[in-house]
């Protein structure tokens, strides 16, 4: 295995090509790898989940191939929540119905084959799956989305913001949690105007202690809406 080559690709932050050495190297092994590191610890929901699940959201979108967030909600709502995948065709329907979703944008550890970790499972997506594609964007266009756990540093996710904003320039802005530290501040007028996004920095002190914080005062506040509106039948 090419393991310095490999370590300096983390290090320049280039991680899909990183991920696609690791999968070539590691061969057959590798779905047994990805079990090792993502189910076989057993994760527990933790208090982020928890507070996520709190804001009662219709559909949650996730990059994550673990299942701890999705058992989670499923076992809260007793089964009611559905939970789909990139590859699946019936997403349009269940957007259209009244069903509690998590949309598994990555695929899931339950099936390694369809993961999408390295920089040619991302073509792949691209190509093989451009309905899917074209749905998130429909979603971006319609839904305000607050990107929790996610990173600038995501080349695909860069593309797709900038992509969409330039396509839709008036759209209203989408917001991402941040670590202090993490992006620079003088960055911010950059990125509003090239992906039409807002940062809300937190401190990442503690194991990022304050977020669950963050959602928590953000689930009183859509309480708070969601009171009003019902008091005064404006839904």
């Keep these: 295995m090419p393991s310095e080559t490999v370590k300096a690709l983390i290090a320049e932050q280039d991680l899909l090509t990183a991920c696609e050495?690791?999968?070539?190297?590691?061969?057959?092994?590798w779905p047994e790898v990805l079990k090792e590191q993502f189910?076989?610890?057993?994760?527990?929901?933790?208090?982020?989940?928890?507070?996520?699940?709190?804001?009662?959201?219709?559909?949650?979108?996730?990059?994550?191939?673990d299942t701890v967030y999705d058992r989670?909600?499923?076992?809260?709502?007793?089964?009611?929540?559905?939970?789909?995948?990139?590859?699946?065709?019936?997403?349009?329907?269940?957007?259209?119905?009244?069903?509690?979703?998590?949309l598994k944008v990555h695929g899931t550890i339950d099936e390694p084959s369809k993961m999408v970790f390295?920089?040619?499972?991302?073509?792949?997506?691209?190509?093989?799956?451009?309905?899917?594609?074209?749905?998130?964007g429909a979603l971006f266009l319609t839904?305000?989305?607050?990107?929790?756990?996610?990173?600038?540093?995501?080349?695909?996710?860069r593309l797709f913001l900038e992509s969409y904003h330039y396509s839709h320039p008036q759209s209203p802005p989408h917001y991402?949690?941040?670590?202090?530290?993490?992006?620079?501040?003088?960055?911010?007028?950059?990125?509003r105007k090239n992906m039409n996004l807002k940062l809300i920095r937190y401190s990442p002190d503690g194991g990022h202690r304050e977020l669950p914080a963050l959602i928590n005062d953000l689930v009183f506040l859509v309480n708070q809406k969601r009171a009003q509106m019902a008091a005064t039948e404006s839904w």
């Design 39 to 65: 189910s076989a610890p057993g994760y527990k929901a933790g208090a982020l989940h928890k507070a996520l699940h709190d804001l009662d959201l219709p559909l949650v979108l996730t990059p994550n191939f």
């Design 176 to 191: 991402m949690t941040s670590p202090r530290g993490e992006v620079h501040l003088h960055t911010d007028d950059s990125i």
């Design 72 to 102: 989670f909600a499923q076992s809260e709502t007793d089964g009611a929540t559905v939970v789909k995948y990139y590859w699946d065709t019936d997403i349009p329907l269940v957007m259209r119905r009244k069903y509690r979703a998590i």
């Design 118 to 136: 390295s920089r040619g499972d991302y073509a792949r997506l691209r190509v093989e799956h451009r309905q899917f594609f074209e749905l998130v």
């Design 143 to 157: 839904h305000t989305f607050v990107f929790i756990g996610t990173s600038l540093t995501d080349p695909d996710l």
């Design 21 to 29: 050495l690791l999968k070539h190297a590691l061969d057959e092994s």
